[in-house]
């Protein structure tokens, strides 16, 4: 079946610019987690969604960073004023029903190059 | 807090010897346990898991890992190691009945030499 998807798989933006990821869970899952990972880095954690409702948001960095998954399975990260610090892996992960008991299972990811 | 430590950022292996890479682990609570292995431009993948009872874990492409609580560690290892082995692998721990994140470390590059 099919697992995580992750668009685009690379962006490259400029510094100040608006940019848009979008993650498709495996179908069915109904929590949906964002990570990132910097070069030589493990990925962090960003937000977990739980159905349509962000359930944790304590891993964004700032409010420049903003999560959406309006139905309940597609989400969007969305990042505003971007600064080359953001430049990373965008990683989207999901999970049946987000018991702690199970396993996430990312996407390809995004990598995201800010200039 | 949660957190993970892989002490090795890399770790060489003739192919055919075994393999261990090295995780140990922080939580206030009990864990559950998790690695990934991620090759180049690819996600991560899931390897394998301790979630309770038998505290020696099989997992995909005949990797396994030891649970073992009182060194806090939780390190994969594998009789005999191929080429085809080579990528980075991520240890992570999440706290029982948190729901939310994984904490991941910072990954061990593993390298089989033919």
């Given at each position: 079946g099919a697992g995580v998807s992750q668009t685009p798989s690379n962006k490259v933006t400029e510094k100040g610019k608006y940019v848009e990821l979008r993650c498709d869970p495996i179908s069915g899952h109904t929590a949906l987690y964002w990570y990132r990972q910097s070069l030589g880095q493990g990925p962090e954690f960003l937000i977990y969604f739980q159905g349509t409702g962000a359930?944790?948001?304590?891993?964004?960095?700032?409010?420049?960073f903003f999560a959406v998954r309006p139905e309940g399975s597609v989400s969007t990260l969305k990042i505003q004023?971007?600064?080359?610090?953001?430049s990373a892996v965008y990683l989207c992960a999901s999970s049946l029903v987000g018991g702690s008991q199970e396993t996430q299972y990312f996407g390809p990811g995004t990598r995201l190059l800010v200039l | 807090a949660q957190s993970v430590a892989q002490p090795e950022d890399q770790v060489n292996v003739a192919e055919g010897n075994p393999l261990t890479v090295k995780c140990t682990y922080s939580v206030s609570g009990n864990p559950y346990l998790f690695w990934y292995v991620q090759y180049p431009n690819r996600g991560l993948q899931f390897l394998l898991k301790y979630i309770t009872g038998d505290n020696l874990v099989k997992g995909s492409y005949g990797f396994e890992a030891e649970f073992n609580k009182s060194q806090t560690s939780f390190h994969l290892k594998k009789p005999s190691a191929l080429v085809s082995d080579s990528a980075l692998y991520f240890c992570a721990v999440r706290e029982v009945n948190r729901d939310d994140k994984i904490i991941f470390g910072k990954g061990t590059r593993l390298h089989i030499l033919p």
């Open positions: 359930a944790d948001d304590s891993g964004l960095p700032n409010d420049r004023r971007t600064e080359r610090g953001d | -």
